[in-house]
């Protein structure tokens, strides 16, 4: 559903689901938050899947190199350069391969 919702660009609607899935005891997991912050960057919402990638670390959610594709195409949307290149320069330090998307994005 949540992926359902990234594709139609209901970012919102892919939150509530997200959080909801808390609410229910089901855990959210790497392919649902990447959902969700795919979601906010085709939303323009850049801040809230830089939120999401941090509520991922703080729960112990494995990122891939979808997260981070998300997360850097979220913020060169939204022109946060700087952002971008954080992010690029964390996925490169976690050792989660880079990607030519994640690449291009943050030049």
Same mark, same amino acid.
């Given at each position: ?31 649902? %938050?990447? /959902?969700? !912050? =795919? @979601?906010? &960057? $085709?939303?323009?919402? #850049? +801040?809230?899947? *830089? ?16 997260? %981070?594709? /998300?997360? !850097? =195409? @979220?913020? &060169? $949307?939204?022109?946060? #350069? +700087?952002?971008? *290149? ?16 994640? %690449?291009? /994005?943050?030049?």
């Amino acid at each position: 559903a949540i992926s359902a919702c990234e594709k139609g660009c209901e970012w919102e609607r892919a939150l509530q689901l997200l959080i909801s899935m808390g609410q229910d005891r089901v855990q959210p997991n790497t392919t649902t %938050f990447n /959902a969700s !912050i =795919s @979601a906010c &960057e $085709k939303g323009g919402e #850049w +801040e809230m899947g *830089l939120r999401l990638r941090s509520v991922m670390v703080q729960t112990q959610v494995e990122m891939d190199t979808i997260t %981070f594709d /998300a997360a !850097i =195409s @979220a913020c &060169e $949307k939204a022109g946060e #350069w +700087e952002k971008a *290149l954080q992010l690029f320069n964390v996925m490169a330090e976690s050792q989660v391969g880079s990607h030519t998307v994640s %690449f291009n /994005a943050a030049m």
